[in-house]
């Protein structure tokens, strides 16, 4: 039996740029990911991996090709369908943490949940709180956001993309404005929580210890998919 | 409460001097309106209102009768048909319209007044003065005449043919008060005594310097006009149905009706050009609040651009990033003009107690204000609409940002 496919994509194509900066950023991209697998994209920096994780994310709109949500093609959707299936059926993660700087670690879990609106205020709390539990921060809930550490806001995001349990999580160099440390400690609990609650996770990483650690590895070059294998068939990532 | 709402509480209250700043201009803007408004507009009711106690809603003047020149062609521009008519001076039959115009609902009262021109003299004062005879009764029920007394007694006049009263700066001129002495010079150069019963102020100098009420027979025997009025005027339920009901009773009773409107129409356009001028000149303020809060909320986007890429990835619409900023504009409208609105009540109440003593077209000791509560929802409204119109374009701005460009740009 096959496994169940989260994510999709095909024959991808997106330009970037106007006139003489015109970049041709992917140049038919296609990839799967099944549900409980954690995906790495990697290659050097203007490849197209971002370029590909926002598309995938539904944040940008390809040129040319398809996105599917397991069975579901929604790159035809429009603006407004395609910010509710960002909102329900994807997380991201970014480098910079992006948390909002006005609302507590708490509250900055909830904005997902809000937008959603299938718990009431309580339920949203416990749900904030027993998240923030499981990133080690269930004593920071009500610090505000500018008051945590980078890696502990960078916990706090991995919280809130969880907040809708979302199938997809799509992580922009995670770990890339974190320390060794903080890092791995990043990269294991998203790991444990993709294969304990069944999601899928792609991140796109410039850091080859995480990369050999991922269950699928996709290198990429000037906006192809070059190679694409499972963990340990590959030559070493530099 | 919506997600909008929340986060545009968040972002709003986290930035208190933005707030601030923003508010205060919305505040200023309400309260100023509301109290310019209440002065112009203050010193204008009060002289409609004095105007209209003292000389009714409505007159009924000379009679007429249209002037047939069938020969003649209408010059090209020539216009109305108070031109082709021909007055007499008078009421030919008082009583007869009186009991017609009675019987329209719109009529609560009316008074007959015969009026003329005499030379009063007191001691060694004399002055031109304008001799209103009137039926005391009719014209207490019909006017002012009981609450505009400052001095001495209604009765006394009514139950004395001979008793008049006089207008309080008329009082002063002649250095008269009650129970002094005045002569009134009639036509044929003869002085009439009259005992002065009471003193009346209107509170519209032309009135007060000018006006001696005295019963209508004796100023009819005085004045010797064959004539028993001059005039009638009258007190209506509505008085902004008076052009309509002046226009009927010209039709039918062929006599010249004028309408306090009509009446006073210069004087009613100065105070109308004021309050225009003001209005125009604080809606200034409160557009630069507007534009304030344009300023605000525009660099309030320019801050928030990393929140709203966040947001947008997060599933929120372009519409909901709308709203936070649209939110964050209506709140401040709301916040504003509430407090905008109870600092205009106070500013205005404080106005009421500085002392002006004027003694010209009108008579005040303070300043006169209306309480009126158009003037807090015209300024509520004035303020929205401000504020939408500052918070439009900010919003629509925050709305198209494509949320990818931020990001890539945060790399």
Redesign the interface.
């Known amino acids: 039996m096959s496994a169940q496919i989260s994510l999709s994509c095909d024959r991808l194509e997106r330009y970037l740029g106007e006139e003489e900066e015109r970049v041709h950023a992917l140049r038919g991209v296609s990839l799967e990911i099944e549900t409980g697998s954690v995906h790495a994209v990697v290659g050097p920096s203007g490849c197209g991996k971002?370029s590909l994780l926002?598309i995938l994310?539904l944040?940008?709109i390809p040129d040319a090709g398809r996105v599917s949500i397991e069975t579901e093609t929604v790159s035809h959707l429009s603006?407004?369908e395609l910010?509710?299936?960002?909102?329900?059926f994807i997380g991201?993660i970014?480098?910079?943490h992006?948390?909002?700087?006005?609302?507590t670690a708490q509250e900055n879990v909830m904005?997902?949940m809000?937008?959603?609106?299938e718990l009431s205020d309580a339920q949203m709390r416990d749900r904030a709180a027993e998240l923030l539990d499981g990133v080690g921060l269930g004593d920071k809930l009500r610090r505000p956001s500018r008051h945590l550490s980078g890696g502990e806001q960078q916990r706090v995001a991995i919280a809130?993309a969880l907040a809708?349990d979302p199938r997809v999580i799509l992580a922009?160099e995670p770990t890339g404005n974190l320390d060794t440390a903080n890092s791995e400690r990043a990269f294991e609990l998203l790991q444990n929580l993709v294969h304990e609650r069944g999601k899928a996770l792609l991140l796109a990483t410039h850091n080859p210890a995480i990369a050999e650690a991922c269950d699928w590895i996709h290198e990429m070059k000037d906006g192809y998919i070059v190679a694409s294998h499972p963990r340990g068939t590959q030559r070493s990532i530099s | 409460m919506t997600?909008p709402l929340?986060?545009a509480l968040?972002?709003l209250t986290?930035r208190k001097r933005a707030l601030l700043l923003s508010l205060s201009g919305v505040v200023f803007g309400v309260a100023i309106f509301i109290c310019t408004q209440a002065q112009t507009q203050g010193f204008s009711r009060y002289f409609i209102e004095s105007n209209i106690g003292s000389n009714g809603a409505l007159v009924v003047r000379s009679r007429f009768r249209p002037r047939y020149e069938p020969l003649m062609v209408a010059a090209k521009n020539s216009k109305g048909t108070t031109s082709r008519r021909v007055y007499f001076e008078g009421i030919t039959n008082p009583n007869e319209i009186m009991r017609v115009s009675r019987q329209f609902p719109d009529v609560i009262s009316c008074s007959p007044i015969l009026r003329g021109t005499v030379s009063a003299r007191a001691g060694f004062e004399n002055a031109t003065v304008d001799l209103y005879g009137i039926d005391p009764a009719l014209h207490a029920q019909t006017t002012d005449i009981l609450r505009q007394l400052i001095d001495g007694n209604f009765d006394d006049f009514r139950n004395n043919t001979s008793a008049i009263i006089i207008g309080s700066r008329l009082a002063e001129l002649l250095q008269t008060s009650v129970g002094d002495t005045v002569q009134l010079l009639a036509p044929n150069g003869e002085y009439w005594r009259f005992n002065v019963a009471a003193i009346a102020r209107a509170g519209i100098g032309s009135i007060d310097s000018t006006r001696i009420y005295s019963h209508a027979k004796i100023a009819q025997a005085l004045l010797q006009q064959p004539s028993g009025a001059s005039m009638i005027i009258y007190k209506l339920r509505d008085r902004n149905r008076a052009p309509v009901l002046a226009s009927r009773f010209e039709t039918l009773f062929q006599h010249n009706a004028l309408s306090w409107q009509e009446r006073e129409e210069s004087t009613l356009q100065l105070f109308l050009t004021l309050r225009m001028s003001v209005a125009i000149t604080v809606s200034l303020i409160i557009l630069l609040a507007g534009f304030g809060i344009f300023n605000v909320l525009t660099m309030s986007v320019l801050a928030k651009i990393?929140?709203i890429?966040?947001?947008?990835?997060?599933?929120?619409?372009?519409?909901?990033i709308s709203a936070i900023f649209l939110w964050q504009g209506a709140l401040i409208a709301a916040a504003g003009s509430v407090l905008g609105c109870l600092l205009g009540a106070l500013m205005t109440w404080g106005v009421s107690h500085i002392p002006i003593r004027l003694r010209g077209l009108l008579y005040t000791n303070y300043f006169l204000v209306t309480w009126d509560w158009h003037h807090y929802a015209f300024a509520t409204l004035l303020a929205l609409l401000a504020v939408f119109i500052a918070s439009y374009v900010p919003a629509r701005r925050a709305a198209e940002l494509p949320?990818?460009v931020t990001?890539?740009g945060?790399?």
Not at chain 2, 310 to 320: F, P
């Open positions: 971002s926002y994310g944040l940008d603006d407004d910010a509710q299936k960002r909102n329900k991201f970014f480098q910079f992006f948390l909002m700087e006005d609302f904005i997902p809000r937008k959603l609106g809130r809708n922009d | 997600p929340y986060i968040r972002f986290h990393k929140e890429a966040i947001l947008r990835s997060m599933g929120y619409r372009r519409r909901d949320p990818v990001i890539r945060s790399r």
